[in-house]
């Protein structure tokens, strides 16, 4: 296989993001292989980095949820008012889980 940019150079690689074939001159490295361009770098950058913050939201979202659960059933049953305890812990994890996700967004967008 040739270059896409240059048709007298045999291609090293295949871009991760396009699929075209790449000489060593053009070929950028990314984490898990080479692509292209630097838009390409970009597309396969931005993709790796979104993913693992969105699997980290479940969490946190989580906690938030079973501590309104908590309260709600605090609020029903006076029997069960230590619940609400539960609830203010839970949502102090949650809350905290998210800032920490959100420092690691604005980080990793400035880099
Ligand atoms: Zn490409
Ligand atoms: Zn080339």
Redesign the pocket.
């Known amino acids: 296989m040739r270059c896409f940019k240059h048709n007298d150079a045999e291609a090293v690689g295949i871009?991760?993001?396009?699929?075209?074939g790449?000489c060593k001159e053009c070929a950028i490295e990314v984490k898990n292989g080479i692509?292209?361009?630097d838009?390409?770098a970009e597309?396969i950058n931005a993709y790796k980095k979104e993913h693992p913050v969105r699997a980290q939201l479940y969490l946190p979202i989580l906690f938030i949820i079973t501590g309104g659960a908590f309260f709600y059933y605090s609020y029903e049953d006076k029997n069960l008012r230590l619940l609400s305890f539960l609830g203010i812990a839970f949502w102090g994890i949650g809350i905290r889980a998210l800032f920490a996700i959100k420092k690691t967004i604005t980080t990793s967008k400035k880099s």
């Not at 871009?15 to 075209?20: A, D, I, T, V």
């Open positions: 871009c991760r993001n396009c699929l075209k790449v692509v292209c361009s838009s390409c597309v």
